[in-house]
């Protein structure tokens, strides 16, 4: 079994209230081999909800407690995006998931790139808070921009 983000399946799930629909991942969910999640809404966020981005690190500096998830407001997000993080991996333990295809720069999702923390789409290195937590499990973690990299 595969966790992919709700986004990618047409579930409007982002922080815009929109989706990320992906025919792959689409195609992975009709036959059965996905489990969608949202950790945003796992943590219990509401949607539409503000953006939020990493600040002073990424996922893994989330996860040590160096770095927090702020909204564009300022906010503190952290406790929901950490929460969003832990449910999303009870889920993955639960099914087994040996993979996860997650969406690209999110603070919570993304793998390899996320924003900066300035709101200004600049992209740095680095994971997302459920992406780097789902690593650390020992689950391979992709996005939809390398989807063809998957052997499913």
């Known amino acids: 079994m595969i966790i992919v983000s709700a986004c990618l399946c047409g579930i409007n799930t982002r922080y815009d209230g929109k989706s990320n629909l992906n025919e792959t991942t689409l195609k992975l969910l009709k036959v059965g081999k996905a489990v969608l999640v949202c950790p945003e809404q796992l943590g219990g966020m509401s949607t539409p909800r503000l953006p939020h981005e990493i600040v002073g690190g990424d996922g893994a500096g989330v996860l040590d407690g160096i770095a927090k998830v702020i909204s564009a407001d300022g906010n503190d997000g952290t406790d929901a995006f950490l929460k ?55 689950i391979k973690v992709y996005t939809e921009e390398d989807i063809k990299n998957i052997n499913i």
């Open 84 to 138: 969003g993080a832990y449910e999303t991996l009870k889920i993955a333990k639960e099914i087994n998931a040996e993979y996860a295809i997650l969406k690209a720069k999110s603070p919570s999702c993304g793998y390899g790139k996320i924003y900066n923390g300035s709101f200004s789409g600049e992209k740095i290195s680095g994971n997302g808070v459920t992406a780097e937590l789902l690593s650390r499990s020992g």
